[in-house]
């Protein structure tokens, strides 16, 4: 989480003297909203590689599968917690 701060916080510093104050909020949380789709969409790509495992790994796909989607849902509520 503090990494995808750091992101957006570099991107927008990129844009200082640009934007105003405001334009710079709103360009940030577009920033964030991109790398959070980009992020769960390789996510959403690896629960979908685990479930194409053979029947006899289903058990742990189904393990891997399930820990993707805590991370995931943790890392949503972290974010939005940020707004």
């Known amino acids: 989480m503090d990494k995808l701060k750091a ?36 996510q959403h790509r690896a629960v979908d590689a685990c479930k194409d495992c053979g029947e006899e790994e289903q058990d742990l796909a189904h393990k891997i599968a399930t820990a993707i989607r805590q991370k995931n849902d943790a890392l949503i509520v972290n974010l939005s917690s940020l707004r």
């Open 7 to 42: 992101i957006v916080d570099d991107a927008v510093t990129e844009l200082e003297g640009i934007l105003s104050k405001e334009q710079a909020g709103k360009v940030a949380k577009v920033i964030e909203s991109a790398i959070i789709r980009g992020m769960l969409e390789g």
